[in-house]
């Protein structure tokens, strides 16, 4: 079985490394699909992609770009799935949870409770919505905020018309979210595959930072889920039809559980750090049992 992972990076990545090495112990072989260098096309009206003849397409293919995912990637995604081969996660998915206020848009929708949030594309908009909100502090991010970046904690008006002239896409837009204080505040990272948590950890921010980002500060321990993040955690991915997601959880201190934000391309460094879970071949049997059940549907 071949498995393309759709990255513009190679296995020094942590995940991708990880991925290579559990797909290989697999019996499977695993290669990079880098947008740039794979060329969507359509000759004589049949759908190719320039490098990969017919029998060397990949039977799964895992989009791992993240959030910064551009038209590139989205393009040769529309034209692996046309091509009927399985991915995880698939385009429409993808689109959804790559815009947070899309996403947010989406689980609140289903009744599955989102911070207060505001979105905007102008610099006259801040201000009605910091009121909207109750006054600083407040949280401004962009629409495709990752890692912490892109993530701005305001208090001031100053502050809010410093953050949103210089980071503010008007294309894109910008959102203003209610701040959750951090004493008293849990936040959690769940991993979900195939509708099924696979682990936990709750992030701890580096002390003066109000981010909690794993990548950020290397601060995490193992938790226990409640039942009700776990009722939530689960709809929430399946409210956005992801396979593979990362669900982040702010719990406030009355015990309160929130969905922050939903990432379609979760890095996992952490979460097996912290669980000695091996989220790389729960990742890998998972695209081995997509294929498989296709193969079984199909007979």
Request: glycine share 8%.
């Amino acid at each position: 079985m071949t498995i393309g992972i759709i990255t513009v990076r190679n296995d020094a990545y942590h995940p991708n490394r990880r991925l290579k090495e559990t797909a290989r112990e697999k019996g499977c072989s695993l290669y990079w699909i880098n947008p740039y260098h794979f060329r969507s096309e359509i000759v004589d009206g049949k759908l190719l992609i320039n490098g990969l003849k017919a029998q060397e397409l990949p039977d799964v293919v895992i989009p791992r770009q993240g959030a910064l995912i551009g038209d590139s990637s989205l393009t040769l995604i529309n034209q692996i799935q046309t091509l009927g081969i399985p991915l995880v996660n698939g385009l429409a998915s993808i689109l959804l949870s790559r815009n947070q206020f899309l996403s947010l848009q989406a689980l609140a929708a289903a009744d599955i409770p989102v911070l207060n949030t505001v979105f905007i594309n102008r610099l006259e908009s801040v201000q009605p919505a910091v009121e909207k909100l109750g006054g600083y502090p407040l949280i401004a991010k962009t629409v495709n905020s990752y890692q912490g970046k892109g993530v701005f904690l305001i208090n001031s008006e100053k502050e809010a018309d410093f953050v949103v002239q210089s980071s503010l896409d008007r294309a894109k837009g910008m959102l203003i979210q209610q701040f959750l204080q951090q004493q008293g505040r849990q936040d959690v990272r769940v991993f979900i595959i195939g509708g099924e948590i696979t682990g936990a950890m709750q992030l701890l921010p580096r002390e003066g930072d109000f981010r909690s980002n794993f990548s950020l500060n290397q601060q995490a321990f193992e938790i226990n889920l409640t039942d009700e993040m776990k009722r939530i955690a689960v709809k929430a991915a399946r409210t956005l039809s992801l396979e593979i997601a990362g669900v982040d959880l702010l719990i406030d201190i009355q015990g309160r559980v929130f969905v922050l934000e939903v990432n379609y391309s979760p890095g996992f460094k952490g979460l097996e750090a912290t669980t000695g879970l091996n989220i790389a071949e729960k990742i890998i049997d998972y695209a081995i049992s997509l294929k498989t059940n296709l193969k079984n549907h199909e007979n």
